[in-house]
């Protein structure tokens, strides 16, 4: 007779393996399939991020077409097209309908896709949904027809089953099409495909974006460059980082025969000099070879590989937006909020974590029609990625809340937490692997190096807001104070005049003596010819002044601009020109004039104007030159104010000197 | 001459399959395993649910203890062994070195894990920063020796690495033990193993749990009961909620012959009535067979199932805490804080969501120690374990964070986010399958039924907490006259003869005059023979009042209480006790008293006292009866007052009537 099985064989009799596919069924939420408004959005961002790899990786300049349209009660069918290299028959079955399928894993670069789970995950969901297979239309360019398949996924086995099959003529050279029908349900705004697809359109202003909505709309994200990023290289692993068990896989799973050559060859950034330093430092011989290394010694190793100095990891695997880019995305998509300040974009120097290197990058943009109200906008991005939800999840959210942003200018309860104010920040991570929360990649977890690249950007970015805000201030005061004096002053001369039967005195040297200013005004004009800036600088102090005037401008506005007069130098690389002004005298005026060809990208924001040769107490519409210029001025102010004093003695000139005259009300306004 | 490969061609060379253990090695944060500290968290708590699970299945009160030492720089050794059932040789190297394999993802009921992946995780985890072996040593009841067991996990298979095996002598009887050694650090404090114990024990009254720190200092949390949970029973899937893809997989997998025994024996809730109902709605034949239902014919079944009313789903495949445990669990543990205030902890009736019945219980406890100038405390439990991390992602958060608190009188600024205020607000959600964020199962996913229930359940308690607020300042102020007034006049008086000549007059009729309440106070005192509490009731109301009191108390304190006067009526099921009380002339007092044997589980804030016979604004230190009771009362108020009023008459009594005697200072004090 047979014993009755006991506890222990009971609980054993249940145990079994859990198909990855039936796992991630049951966990849908995980990959971002919880409700059906998200639903759509992943499985828009899915295809979408397939297509935009594909191209990237053909060097094609991507357009990619969007189609949401109605299917019936709570249902939507998605299509998704590009003008990609197509895929091979044959991984056709494996790309769409098998999770932890894919070509981006094992390659140590950038890439939107490295799970191979994204596409397969929503062609799970429409299975399950609404019982209807995936249909996938691919051409490859050396074929003359292109591929349908209808496809879906089987869960037990985490395979794909393909449940028809043919060819057709496609008017495409090559591309692809996914078209899935899906429990789903399309909203507009804040995260709806609307709102995805226009940050993707920002960070990736090389691509055309197209949606046509279910109600027909179409909405059209023309490309705001026709450069492709350089393609990210794939890179080796860097030693920095790098745990222990990962060495010893790769000594047990290399090809190379010894362990110098594993060193230098199988790793990033050890050098000749770095492998001999290293094998000295554990004691292990070039010739051994790398599977002999067990236990212990790759302890040593890898304390010595650490403790070593080594080449910092290449950045060729990185795929950054750059300042430039970053600036014109937003501008290209931000148009109607019209900001009034776009803080430089910051693009930090590559990192290492975990032995995958990674970047950060950060825009901020301040004013214009953004609400004053309310928290700050965060933009945040992965890998040219648009992460949409669990916003309260993420590091970028963490990194932005754990600055005290009152000292930069934004409104900010207890100096931690999302802080208030018409700004915008946009963060973007680029790595060979992103640290996500889950599989939805929809939030980057906690890590003390992204956190602390993505705060030490945050803060060069966020200065330059502080310096916005507070020239701004500074500006507005004397500004308004400028124009009342301008505006009153005459009114009540010439009302003095009239009682008192006097004729209306010359005003200009009360002005002067109450304003003591040099004023620079440059409002851009735009007209059919171009973009206009006169620049008027009057000298409302009562001394001779000979001043230098200094211009920042972009680099790529710069390269087209025309000066009249030329400038005294000019440095095209970092977007500089200076001119040293004809003396003025006091009350004296001079004007000089840019112009950029129409459509240029560039606007009053863009320019910076600094003037030298009066201290920033006298000075109104520009700043004095930040000490970090090193320019090579034709002469120096100090030379300039020498020669002009000399120039003034010779033909006799007198200073102008109001102190005599000296009236209470100008008493409280110097500084 | 072989051609060069095409780019769609060099890119179909690169899709390979990933290993789901490959895929998790490079994404260990997903399960949890980010930072040293937080994977230390995780390592325990995969273990010590591990243990839980095991003990309850096996119908063992659970005894675990981890252990936690130093065992290098960065590195801690981690040891968490329980009495539980143990595991049987085979299966050992498979539950612990294995992703995706385990005993209770198939079966549909509550468990901690559910995934098959917590442990082998926090063994690749292990293996990866130390390149240590897992040490397992198992014993089940019937074999004389324990298995010892060192493991690894080889990601590239996703199978196990036997390192060493042998057995032992052990002195359990049955029970596990796992040993691990991995780059962590110990903190304490906030997301600390101590935290998550500590939470374990709250919600988990049943458990005795031992930490051993690597400092040596020991922690126990003991049992506050000795009673198991009823176990979690397996349930079939209910249709409500189910989807189309999950209806296709059950018609295809079933092994039942016929639609009519797979709808009425594969699914739960459907009765044979309904089955009849369904087959009718949509055209289906009861004798065809499963497999022969595709495509449309499935949708149609589908549709019919969710119009057909079913029976409701059952619980017994949930395993809720229960509201008595929920209290005396947080007592036990929150014993130095003290609240002043439990509110009875609210248990929702279990509902479905996606075919998986799921319920809610929320417990809010205020006052006390509990810091009043910080958000409030969440403790948030998803099947009876704490979630430590990711608060600002769980939709248990974002259910609080939406309630306007401050018409619950917590302060929060807006109407929304976490309130602020000397509160902790316990959710636990149970169900066989939890929607978490990711592996790393520390967030619940946002759901719309979830977040019904969550959301309904903090009404609930919120209302209990408002009520005692409000009563709290009610009484505050009125006690607080009350106070000044029994203190005060005397001396006034005093005075007032002492000046006049006059004798002191007697100042009852003047305290009543000006209170005109019914005071009732009735504080425990706890002494050796156990816990009294003496109840007194003045009245200090111009008129004679006939009054019925009537007690509320936790049923389990109830069925051990001694009454003296014994009530009037009882009802032991609601915990509620009533009494007629004498007659009370203006300044006449009465008392009575109820005992409860020493330890019982109950304080003043577990007694509510409400008086029938006077109206709200002229009663302190109880309330009036309450709308829901529906008491059978031994006579009815009017008849009471009535038979008061005749016995007066007949007494010749009259009222006493103070009005003549009108004094300025109470005209204010009336409502």
Not at 359 to 366: K, R
Not at 529 to 545: L, S
Not at 562 to 574: E, W, Y
Request: glycine residues 8%; aromatic residues 6%; proline residues 8%.
């Amino acid at each position: 007779m047979v014993p009755p099985p006991t506890i222990a064989q009971q609980l054993a009799a249940k145990q079994r393996e859990i198909s990855v596919a039936e796992f991630f069924e049951r966990n849908r939420q995980i990959l971002g399939f919880d409700n059906p408004q998200r639903s759509l959005l992943t499985t828009v961002k899915e295809a979408a991020d397939n297509s935009l790899d594909g191209c990237e990786e053909a060097g094609i300049l991507p357009e990619v077409t969007v189609q949401v349209s109605k299917e019936g009660e709570d249902r939507l069918r998605v299509s998704v097209e590009d003008n990609g290299p197509g895929i091979l028959r044959r991984e056709i079955p494996n790309v769409f309908a098998r999770l932890l399928y894919g070509s981006r894993f094992h390659s140590n670069r950038q890439a939107r896709g490295q799970q191979g789970i994204g596409i397969s995950a929503a062609v799970l969901y429409a299975n399950l949904t609404t019982a209807r297979p995936a249909k996938i239309i691919s051409k490859v360019e050396e074929e003359e027809a292109a591929h349908v398949l209808e496809l879906f996924l089987d869960t037990q086995k985490n395979q794909p089953r393909i449940a028809s099959e043919d060819v057709m003529l496609w008017d495409r050279p090559h591309g692809t099409r996914i078209e899935l029908v899906l429990r789903a349900r399309y909203v507009r705004g804040r995260q709806s495909p609307y709102d995805y697809l226009r940050g993707t359109a920002i960070v990736n202003p090389h691509a055309r974006i197209v949606l046509v909505e279910p109600d027909g709309t179409r909405v059209t994200f023309e490309r705001a460059t026709s450069d492709l990023p350089p393609p990210a290289k794939e890179t080796l692993p860097h030693p920095y980082g790098l745990e222990l068990g990962e060495l010893g896989y790769f000594l047990k799973g290399t090809k190379k025969p010894t362990l110098r050559e594993f060193l230098g060859k199988d790793l990033q950034g050890v050098s000749a000099r770095a492998v001999g330093e290293v094998l000295d430092r554990c004691g292990l011989k070039p010739g051994q070879s790398p599977s002999s290394v067990q236990g212990e010694a790759q302890e040593r190793l890898l304390k010595s590989l650490h403790e070593v100095s080594l080449v910092a990891p290449s950045s060729d695997c990185l795929s950054p937006i750059g300042a430039m880019l970053i600036k014109r995305g937003l501008r290209n998509v931000l148009g109607d909020v019209r900001p009034e300040f776009y803080a430089p974009p910051v693009s930090r120097p590559p990192k290492v974590r975990g032995g995958f290197p990674f970047m950060v990058e950060v825009g901020i943009v301040y004013g214009g029609a953004l609400p004053a109200d309310q928290p700050i906008q965060i933009l945040r991005f992965a890998n040219r990625v648009p992460l949409l939800f669990q916003q309260g999840a993420c590091a970028i959210t963490n990194a932005i809340s754990n600055l005290d942003w009152r000292r930069y200018g934004l409104d900010q309860k207890g100096g931690s937490g999302i802080p208030s104010g018409p700004a915008l920040i946009l963060v973007h991570v680029a790595s060979t692997k992103i640290p996500f929360t889950s599989e939805a990649k929809e939030a980057i977890a906690e890590d003390p190096e992204i956190d602390r690249e993505v705060t030490l950007a945050l803060q060069v970015a966020a200065r330059h807001l502080r310096t916005h805000l507070s020239r701004r201030s500074r500006r507005d005061q004397a500004g308004a104070k400028f124009e009342i004096i301008l505006k009153i002053l005459p009114k009540l001369a010439e009302k003095t005049s009239h009682l008192t039967g006097n004729p209306v005195p010359d005003l200009t040297p009360v002005v002067t003596r109450i304003m003591d200013v040099v004023h620079l005004d440059a409002t851009p004009v735009t007209d059919p010819a171009g973009i206009r800036v006169p620049v008027q600088i009057v000298n409302y102090t009562p001394r001779a002044r000979v001043l230098e005037l200094f211009a920042e401008i972009p680099p790529e506005a710069m390269a087209v601009a025309k000066f009249d007069p030329a400038p005294d130098g000019t440095d095209p690389g970092l977007g500089r020109a200076w001119w040293t002004l004809p003396k003025l005298t006091p009350s004296g005026r001079t004007q000089l004039e840019l112009r950029f060809p129409p459509k240029t990208d560039v606007d009053a924001s863009d320019l910076d104007w600094y003037v030298a040769g009066v201290d920033e107490a006298h000075l109104l519409g520009a700043d004095p030159l930040p000490g970090d210029w090193d320019v090579r001025l034709p002469r120096t102010i100090v030379e300039a104010a020498e020669a002009a004093a000399a120039e003034s003695a010779a033909a006799g000139e007198e200073e102008v000197d109001y102190d005599a005259a000296e009236s209470s009300a100008s008493a409280g306004e110097e500084e």
